[in-house]
Every structure is written in structure tokens, then in C-alpha cells.
């Protein structure tokens, strides 16, 4: 069996900060780690391996340092790591990184084997589109299971997979055939910790890195800038309200006042959400 | 080189720098809502994404349409709705196939009604169907989508301008679809207010009929796991929200907040980091990356008001948000605030509510 699993590389976006005059991003020594929605299906990706046999192979499309992410994967336990970079790629949008990616499984298919599954994250957390999935899968004309909760069977022989999808007021149940494309849902597993063999050969281990001829990348002007349909025509901070927020006074005062106080504000506010409590409270 | 795979090529001029729109993308007009019909039940965001159409289409001066995709006999409440809610044209497709969603029939049947019909604009909802959905129709079509925006508008030569929260909710950007239709986007529900309902509006159906046969289909549906009604989160829909952020300071803390929403009968969630510790799930987190609110009132206990954070409570009539840095950001867009210590202010809030309610509550109700 031969599963690839898609990640990618993002700044923790928790730590990004704007520069409070130039209102422009601080991207210096802001870490990267890899998209968390994504460890849940690498995680996934390796215990249908430990199960049933067979390889991981992680991809990734970005800059020469998102490697690190890719030797953090096999210290997990991934076989098999495959970094696409190339100048060619900067700006894509998500059509234009799909195919990309969808051109590197092919490559990476003809080297090592057909998948049976590629998992992709459910999301990134710079982005946060849930595009790139679905889209690798069109292009690689692919089933698609999307928001996987659990995969409740798995049977290569038959080559078919039968898993639980997060649905609006309940949770669908799908079979479908082999290869198909799924995204896991965030807390669906717990990344494991990787043994210290994974670890040695994940520290020790080459990186594959391919470049956008070396991948086989058919048509450039459809990679990057160029092969994206969206266009970001400004990026700005968003203009504060015209006046602050109005101060409860605190100094002083015991937090009963002040408590007080602000239940005067909010009856004032929303005269009409006091009296819907009452009825609330009083069960109508 | 892999000379198998074959891309309709997309022209030779840089999609950034061209501004006429191809001569065949010149017939694609309308505007086009996806009506997110799911066992019976459209998602609400469909028609707030429909009083957000109405206006787009009103400056381009052309016609809002509804699409219904469904079982057959299944989608006459929802087609009545959409004219109700705005739309002047509505586009059904009832199949059999269609009856749940699954990936392969709704792309078809979407796809297929694109390329007939040719809409300049499609929105979808940025719900687990929505987004599903729409990375598929996008890449079929080879057009531009613009995720999760939080607001929606046409510009001075009629090109779709939609804003969304970029690198990670830090800032706002402006998206484009200039060369290539239709232009689509998706907006997650509670971004936009529900329109008015017009009752006895309607408008003109067009049904067409798409060939799905089951045999052609893959993926089967074999159940339906009804979610328990127990402790689900739903706060996008909550009337009043209490949310608490790092300044809580430990999980223990964190409970405050609950014990407030308690009293006031209202949803409890947080703020992206605390997800990240664990004090919540994710189902509860508030903000770009979680859910969008549009509470009577939100309160807002130690969270500092990132742009991510941000984004996702703005629609709330009332932000009451408590700190202790006078200086964050969360009082740029709060309408009351309280520069103090969230866990000591929680505690006396929530008593303070609790006799106010239970006093007016023993009263005779003579108001």
C-alpha cells in the first residue's frame, strides 16, 4: 500500500504580529510548524501503514526551508519525504497549488506507486481556505471524503474504505472505492511521538527536492502568480470603530459596584434582552 | 515531461495585469446563490448569503438566483423561500441522486447548470457542504474562490470585490477574480444578517434536469448519525455569548465563564489559544478560524481582540469585553468595557445577574 499525505509548512500564526505603525506584517523570527489540521492525517496516514502495510510518503510545495516540516514528518514515522520548490510557485493561489501538487503525486506515483489514499489536511491555518484538497482531487480525478471523523473500515483487498463524515446535525456514513482523497477533522487522533529509530533516521535522512522541470510541472504560466485566478488587490488593517469602547468606571469601586454598574450599561444598551431573560429564567 | 495531462490553457497574459474580461466569459451574468438544502433543512447561512446577493445584484442590475439541488418533490419549500428571502429567479434540480450530499452528483449537477446557464457571481456557504463543494465546482471550472470572506461587494467596473482575514486574521485582504467566471466566494454563517422575509414574493423557476444514475455514483451514503441534542455547541445562534481568553489564566478560571452563561442561559466558548491549551474544543472556539457570532450581547473575559478574534464577534448588537491592558485592541471595537481582572469580575458579575434575575423572576410579572 502506498498512502501520500500533502502538509505544509506555516508560520504559527499565534505569534505573527503587525507593526503598529506601518501596519505591515513581522514576519522576522516568526516560527513555522506544520499546519496542525494536517498532523491528524498524517497521524491517520501512519496507522493504516502500521495496519496494513506499506508506505507514507509526505509532499510539500514551498520555500527550500520547509523541509524542516518534512524531516519532522519521518521523525513521526513517514517512509518517504518530497519537497517541491521552485521560484515559479510564489503567489499561488489555491487553483494554481493544486496544480501543482496534484502534478508532484503523479511524479511521485510514477517513482514509487499508485496511491490509495492521499489524506490532505482539513484546512491550513495561514490560509484557511479547505481548497486544496478537494482540488488536488479534481485534478487527480479522485473520490473525495471530506471532514473525516473516523474511518470505520478499511479493507485494501476489496479496495474499499467506509468512514464517518462531520455533516450539518449529524455525522454521514460513506463507503467509497479506492484511491480516494480524505481530510481528516481536527481531534481525531493524537499525533504519536515517534520512536528514537524514527527520529535518528528522520535527522540522517535526504529530503528529495524537485524542482518544477524535475517534477515534471507540464505548463509554468498555470504555477504561481501566474495560474491564479484570484488577485489580492490591497491588504489593509481594518479601520478602528469611530469611538472606543465607553469605560466603566473601576477605581475604587468593589467588583459588586462595578458588576453593578455594567448590568445598568447593558439594560440600557439592549432594554429589551432583560425582560427575554425573565422569560428565559422563568421557563416560557 | 508529462505531456498526458492536459490543462485548458488559461491565456498568455498575466491574469494580474489583463483587465478585459475574455470574450466568451463576456455572456456569463447573474448572480447565483447555493441553496444548502440538507435533509429537509437549508442552512440559514444560504439565506443570509442571499440578502448579501440581493445587494450585489441590485448594483450590477441584474437577477438573483436561487439553486436548489434535492430529492425529488423535496425542494418546493426551499424554492418558495428563496424568492421570500429575494432571489428573482430560482434554478432547481431534483434527482434522485441528490437526495444527500455527496460530492460527485452536487458537483455534476452544479457544474452542469454553471456552464448552461453562466453566472458572472456564485456564493456558497462556508459550511463542511459549502466549502466541500465549492473547492470541487471551482477546480472543475478552473475559476477563482475566495474563502470565508467577511464581506462582499462590486466594484466601479462590476468585478466581485471580496474581503477576507489574511495571515491568520492578522489583517483584512481584497480579493479578485478578474479574468475567469463565474467569480466565487463563500461566506460562513452569521458573517452577513438575515434579510427580511417577504412573504408571497416569488419568481420565475427554471428546472433542469440532470442525468445522475445511481450505478455511475461511487460513494454511497449508508447511514445518517443524528447528532444528540446534549452540550452541542451552537454559537453562531446563540442570542447571548460569554467567551474567555488567556487573560483567565488556567482552566480552572475558565470556568467562570460557564458559570456566567449558566445564570444568563447562554453559549460559553473562547478564543483560538485556548483550544490550543485544551481549556475548550474546538466546536467552542470563537473567532476567524472557529465560529462566527451574532449574539444581543457578547461578553468578552480576558481576550485581547486580535483581528482573527475580531472578525468572528463584530455582527454582535452589543460587546461588553473586560481586560486588564487598557490598550487592547479588544476596546477598538467593544461598546462597553471594563479594564480589570476577568476572574475577579467574573464571580460578582455572574452573582450580580443571578439576583437580579431570580428577584425580578419572584415578582409578579406586573410590567
Known amino acids: 500500500m502506498h498512502i ?34 494536517d498532523l491528524f492525517s498524517l497521524e491517520e496516514a501512519l496507522r493504516l501503514r502500521d495496519k496494513h502495510g506499506g508506505e507514507v510518503t509526505v ?9 524542516a516540516s518534512l524531516r519532522k514528518c519521518l521523525t513521526f514515522g513517514a517512509d518517504r519525504a518530497v519537497l517541491l520548490t521552485d521560484r515559479f510557485f510564489a503567489g499561488s493561489d489555491t487553483l494554481a497549488t493544486s496544480y501543482a501538487l496534484a502534478f508532484l503525486i503523479k511524479k511521485v506515483s510514477e517513482k514509487w506507486g499508485e496511491p490509495d489514499i492521499i489524506f490532505c489536511g482539513k484546512q491550513t491555518i495561514d490560509g484557511d481556505t479547505a481548497q486544496v484538497g478537494p482540488g ?61 529509530e524514527d527520529a535518528l533516521r528522520g535527522a540522517r535522512s535526504e529530503i528529495v527536492t524537485w524542482s518544477a522541470a524535475e517534477a515534471g510541472i507540464p505548463d509554468l504560466t498555470l504555477c504561481g502568480l501566474r495560474g491564479s485566478p484570484t488577485i489580492v488587490k490591497k491588504v489593509f488593517a481594518p479601520t478602528a470603530r469611530a469611538e472606543k469602547a465607553q469605560q466603566i468606571e473601576v477605581s475604587d469601586k468593589s467588583m459588586a459596584d462595578i458588576s453593578e454598574a455594567l448590568i445598568t450599561e447593558i439594560s440600557q444598551r439592549q432594554p429589551g434582552l432583560e425582560q427575554d431573560l425573565l422569560k428565559a429564567v422563568a421557563g416560557y | 515531461m508529462n505531456d498526458k495531462a492536459q490543462q485548458p490553457a488559461a491565456g498568455n497574459s498575466r491574469a494580474n495585469t489583463k483587465k478585459a474580461l475574455p470574450e466568451h466569459l463576456k455572456s456569463y451574468k447573474h448572480v447565483w446563490v447555493s441553496v444548502e438544502l440538507e435533509r429537509g433543512v437549508v442552512h440559514p447561512v444560504s439565506w443570509e448569503l442571499m440578502g448579501e446577493g440581493r445587494k450585489l445584484a441590485d448594483k450590477l442590475k441584474v437577477d438573483l438566483a436561487g439553486v436548489v439541488l434535492g430529492a425529488p418533490g423535496g425542494t418546493a419549500a426551499a424554492v418558495a423561500d428563496c424568492f421570500a428571502y429575494g432571489a428573482d429567479v430560482c434554478y432547481v434540480v431534483e434527482n434522485p441522486a441528490l437526495e444527500d450530499y455527496r460530492n460527485e452528483p452536487y458537483t455534476a449537477a452544479m457544474t452542469e447548470l454553471v456552464n448552461k446557464y453562466q453566472p458572472e457571481i456564485l456564493l456558497l456557504g462556508a459550511t463542511n457542504l459549502g466549502r466541500d463543494l465549492a473547492g470541487s465546482v471551482a477546480t472543475t471550472l478552473l475559476t477563482g474562490l475566495t474563502a470565508d470572506c467577511t464581506e462582499l461587494d462590486v466594484d466601479a467596473d462590476g468585478s466581485l470585490a471580496a474581503t477576507r482575514p489574511t495571515f491568520g486574521g492578522s489583517l483584512l485582504c481584497t480579493i479578485y477574480t478578474l ?43 449508508l447511514s445518517f448519525l443524528p447528532d444528540g441534542t446534549t452540550d452541542k455547541a451552537n454559537l453562531p445562534y446563540a442570542d447571548i455569548v460569554v467567551a474567555g481568553g488567556l487573560g483567565m489564566q488556567n482552566a480552572d478560571n475558565y470556568q467562570l465563564v460557564r458559570e456566567l452563561a449558566a445564570v444568563l442561559g447562554a453559549e460559553w466558548g473562547g478564543s483560538r489559544p485556548l483550544v490550543q491549551k485544551g481549556w475548550i474544543t474546538s466546536d467552542r472556539q470563537i473567532g476567524q478560524t472557529g465560529k462566527t457570532i451574532r449574539p444581543r450581547l457578547y461578553i468578552a473575559a480576558g481576550i485581547s481582540g486580535a483581528i482573527q478574534h475580531r472578525v468572528g464577534v463584530e455582527g454582535a448588537d452589543l460587546i461588553v469585553a473586560i481586560n486588564t491592558d487598557k490598550n487592547a485592541p479588544i476596546f477598538d471595537f467593544a461598546h462597553v468595557g471594563i479594564v480589570a481582572d476577568a476572574t475577579k469580575v467574573l464571580p460578582a458579575l455572574t452573582e450580580a445577574f443571578r439576583k437580579r434575575l431570580s428577584i425580578a423572576a419572584a415578582r409578579p410579572a406586573a410590567e
Not at chain 1, 166 to 181: D, F
Open chain 1, 136 to 196: 488536488i482531487a479534481k485534478r487527480l480525478n479522485l473520490l473525495q471524503l471530506t471532514y473525516v471523523a473516523k474511518i470505520e473500515n478499511f479493507d485494501l483487498a476489496a479496495r474499499e474504505i467506509t468512514i464517518q463524515r462531520r455533516a450539518e446535525g449529524g455525522i454521514q456514513v460513506l463507503k467509497t472505492k479506492l484511491p480516494c482523497l480524505l481530510t481528516m477533522l481536527e481531534g481525531t487522533n493524537d499525533m504519536r511521538r515517534g520512536s528514537i
Open chain 2, 179 to 221: 479574468n475567469y467566471r463565474p467569480q466565487m466566494a463563500t461566506m460562513r454563517p452569521r458573517v452577513a444578517p438575515m434579510p427580511l422575509y417577504q412573504s408571497g414574493r416569488t419568481g420565475r423557476i427554471i428546472r433542469h434536469d440532470v442525468s445522475l444514475p445511481e450505478d455511475d455514483i461511487i460513494t454511497k451514503v
Open chain 1, 4 to 37: 501520500v499525505v500533502c502538509i505544509k509548512q506555516v508560520p504559527d500564526s499565534a505569534q505573527i504580529r503587525v507593526h503598529p505603525v506601518t501596519n505591515t506584517i513581522m514576519r522576522q523570527g516568526v516560527p513555522t510548524i506544520i499546519n496542525p489540521y
Open chain 1, 59 to 67: 509532499v510539500t510545495m514551498g520555500p527550500p526551508m520547509a523541509d
